[in-house]
């Protein structure tokens, strides 16, 4: 399995734009990079994904390195409700194996 | 809708009990997961059904028994568990229209 590393703590203040890095560095070209984050007393819920290109919805943007060996995780204006642990899993094509990492805690700061 | 329902929220039981936890989904989709979790930990995988049959199980200990009547329910029977199980387990689905997991409450287990 591929593996990701993620710093693991990150602050940010309210209203700003947060970038959460993720390295992964052995990625496979049918591996697709998966955004999920936990809030407290919660499961996890899905983000964002993408293989390739740069990826936009309501709840955030990711942006793909040329050469897929890193992404970033973009929230355009961090709120406190945005405080969470954020997980970055590769997730090969055709199968259903979703292995977390240690994420990243981010705070957000008032 | 809830789309994935776990009981039951909480459950207490001792190193000689056999209980379940369920599962339950109504959204027809057809790859369903159970998670481990401890605290401040990350999710780990332990099983996953695709179309009611086991597609992975990731070296889990026998004392740990899922099984998947039919598309709309998971269950996983404990038995003999040990206290260092305590933790919350959590089940997933596997959207297939979009590839995205949705994640069901947990149900936090106490093994005394």
């Known amino acids: 399995d591929a593996k990701t590393t993620q710093p693991n703590s990150m602050e940010s203040n309210e209203e700003e734009p947060v970038h959460l890095p993720c390295n992964h560095s052995?990625?496979?070209?049918?591996?697709?990079i998966h955004w999920y984050r936990q809030l407290p007393s919660q499961g996890p819920e899905y983000v964002i994904h993408?293989?390739?290109s740069n990826v936009n919805n309501r709840m955030a943007s990711l942006a793909i390195a040329e050469d897929r060996k890193s992404s970033t995780l973009i929230l355009h204006r961090a709120t406190l409700r945005d405080a969470a642990v954020y997980y970055c899993?590769?997730?090969?094509?055709?199968?259903?194996?979703?292995?977390f990492g240690t994420g990243t805690r981010l705070k957000v700061l008032a | 809708d809830t789309e994935v329902t776990q009981t039951p929220k909480h459950l207490v039981m001792g190193m000689t009990n056999k209980k379940s936890l369920k599962c339950e989904q109504h959204m027809g989709h057809r790859a369903m997961y159970w998670y481990k979790q401890k605290a401040k930990k990350p999710p780990e995988l332990m099983f996953v059904y695709s179309y009611e049959k086991l597609s992975i199980n990731e070296s889990v200990p026998s004392r740990f028994s899922p099984e998947c009547p039919n598309s709309s329910l998971l269950n996983l029977h404990l038995h003999a568990l040990q206290p260092e199980d305590s933790a919350l387990y959590l089940c997933?689905?596997?959207?297939?229209?979009?590839?995205?997991?949705?994640f069901g409450e947990g149900s936090r287990l106490t093994v005394l």
């Open positions: 997933a689905l596997h959207k297939d229209n979009t590839g995205e997991l949705f």
């Open positions: 052995t990625i496979s070209g049918t591996d697709y």
């Open positions: 899993i590769l997730v090969t094509s055709g199968t259903y194996k979703y292995i």
């Open positions: 993408g293989l390739t």
